[in-house]
């Protein structure tokens, strides 16, 4: 997946996942195209990147925003249990 399918799909400001990246939250692959490169992104990389996203949407900081992204993807049932009480609500 490119960089052009991540800001479409996520709809997140392109200078938004360049920081990500920078910080080493994420790690696309580079890959050679011409003289400039191209980033490549995982499957993974995109999970990650819509879980830090919204959590960034809700006005955590990039850090907390990661913490509770990473604690989403590694614990599939939090995710479930937060949004049936969303929905309870």
Same mark, same amino acid.
């Given at each position: 997946?490119?960089?052009?399918?991540?800001?479409?799909?996520?709809?997140? %400001? =392109?200078?938004? +996942?360049?920081?990500? @990246?920078?910080k080493?939250y994420?790690?696309? *692959?580079?890959? %050679? =195209?011409?003289? +400039?490169?191209?980033? @490549?992104?995982?499957?993974?990389?995109?999970? *990650?990147?819509?879980?830090?996203?919204?959590?960034?949407?809700?006005?955590?900081?990039?850090?907390?925003?990661?913490?509770?992204?990473?604690?989403?993807?590694?614990?599939?049932?939090?995710?479930?249990?937060?949004?049936?009480?969303?929905?309870?609500?």
């Amino acid at each position: 997946m490119q960089t052009s399918d991540i800001l479409e799909k996520i709809d997140i %400001p =392109r200078h938004k +996942l360049y920081y990500l @990246e920078q910080k080493g939250y994420i790690h696309p *692959k580079k890959v %050679p =195209r011409g003289e +400039l490169e191209a980033r @490549e992104f995982t499957e993974e990389d995109f999970k *990650k990147i819509q879980a830090i996203w919204k959590y960034l949407k809700q006005g955590f900081k990039h850090k907390i925003a990661y913490q509770k992204a990473m604690e989403e993807l590694n614990n599939p049932q939090l995710e479930l249990s937060l949004g049936s009480e969303k929905r309870a609500r």
